[in-house]
């Protein structure tokens, strides 16, 4: 009970609803055009596979240097407006996606969808496919500007909103909307396509984020302004001012922080080796999980089999990783540690857990079944999660609000440069040892099984690696003051 005598609202946890579901249309509006490349996008415009990787390369590229500037936005604009352009952006872009069929149609003048389904000449695929792919390369562009405002400014909503001993739960919860996001593409988006046709699988699932934003705009204020939140509800918020100086009281706090101004701090640095080093093991499950079960143990995702340990592997990361929250809180609670302490005792005991993915090729190989990974990779995809959860919430811990969206965004730019560089450092490395065979051995595996075994230690043994990066660069606790 508060000191006011009065029963606590809960609007912050509707606010962390809405971050649930604004992250989960991020992955859904991302992931679109990979569920529609293969049976739709790839024959009406003749895209080779190099064709859809330059795309979804230049995406990644686009999104990591987007990442950087959109943390600054938020700040300067404030997290209610900064929110609504964000997600306005990306799905406009989304549903921008459809008109590209007929944007090629009128600038090479033929007639695309007539000719997805014949031979034709080498000149008119050509002016297809490349007036198509510039045309999609736009769309994304402009999609990864939007989406890198999403997690800049839904970290900003969780230090506005909750204590830092409820932070990395709130973070869980809305980050749980990545593995739901990708869950649920795969089982809404082909029939979409199939029913309705590709385009309107962009527009429908584009415009899940303008009735988000609706919703936003009714809901959000900041929580000394909100109509909703209760004298003891706030108070419970502020709880931390209790043993440190109020905001008011700090005139730094009001004061912005410039990119280069961030990075001058060893905390920055921090974050973002943590990012850097872990986003890409992420990725590499979720872009590549497919195709390793269908290599591997031909379970090809339009198997049932396959749609099972996709939809198995995400199960587990969408219950475990939430839990993930809690441990923190536990450690704040009742052992009574300092809330950044709690969490980096939080982020070891995480790390550890990605180290199951080590064993996912021997068990599966070996015993020849390929539950034994999805198993293995789910738990590691959650480790993933709950750790993520966390280092988000180490940035509430260190900087001001007034900084939190621009660190955040760095942290973010380093993980997309991560992200990149591990599916194109593993692509490689699949061509090559399949194209080796036996004369690529890694740890008794051979050829392509041997790709992946080196990709996956890599994946167990990241966050081990970040962890202790982190401790060297900021060994205990130390706020920034600006």
Known sequence: MSTNGKLMTNWRWWLCSLLFVATTVNYLDRQVLSLTYEEFIKPEFHWTDSDYGTVTSLFSIFYAIACLFAGKFVDWIGTRKGYLISIGIWSAAACLHAACGWATSLVTGIDVSALSKVDTAADVTLAISTTSVYLFLLCRGILALGEAGNFPAAVKVTA???????????????????????????????????????????????????????????????????????????????????????????????????????????QTWAFVSGKFLTDGVWWFFLFWAPSYFSNQFHAPATSPLGQGLIFTLYAIVTVVS??????????????????????????????????????????????????????????????????????????????????????????????????????????????????????????????????????????????????????????KYKEVKL
Request: hydrophobic content about 50%; charged content about 15%; overall charge positive.
């Open 160 to 266: 506005e909103y909750f204590p830092k001993k409820d932070r990395a739960l709130a973070t869980s919860i809305f980050n749980a909307g990545a593995s739901v996001g990708a869950l649920a593409a795969p089982l809404c988006i082909p029939p979409l396509a199939a029913g309705l046709g590709w385009e309107s699988a962009f527009i429908i699932i584009g415009a899940l984020g303008f009735a988000w934003m609706f919703f936003w705009a009714f809901m959000y204020d900041k929580p000394e302004k909100s109509r909703r939140v209760n004298g003891a509800e706030l108070e419970y918020i502020r709880q931390d001012d209790r043993t440190e100086p109020s905001e008011k009281d700090i005139p730094s706090e009001q004061k912005g922080v410039t990119l280069w101004g961030a990075l001058k701090f060893r």
């Open 322 to 475: 939430i839990t993930g929250g809690y441990l923190p809180k536990l450690f704040v609670e009742k052992k009574g540690m300092h809330p950044y302490t709690g969490r980096m005792l939080s982020m070891l005991i995480f790390a550890f857990i990605p180290i199951a993915s080590l064993f996912a090729q021997p068990l599966g190989i070996n015993l020849g079944s390929p539950w034994y990974p999805a198993v293995l990779i789910g738990l590691a995809a959650a480790g993933h999660q709950a750790w993520s959860s966390n280092l988000y919430s180490t940035v509430g811990d260190m900087f001001p609000k007034s900084a939190i969206a621009t660190v955040t965004g760095i942290g973010a730019m380093a993980g997309g440069v991560g992200s990149m560089i591990v599916q194109k450092v593993a692509g490689v490395l699949f061509t090559y040892s399949e194209a080796a065979g036996e004369a690529f051995t890694f740890l008794g595996f051979s050829g392509k099984s041997a790709g992946y075994f080196v990709v996956f230690c890599y994946c167990g043994l990241a966050y081990v690696l970040a962890w202790s990066i982190m401790k060297l660069l900021v060994p």
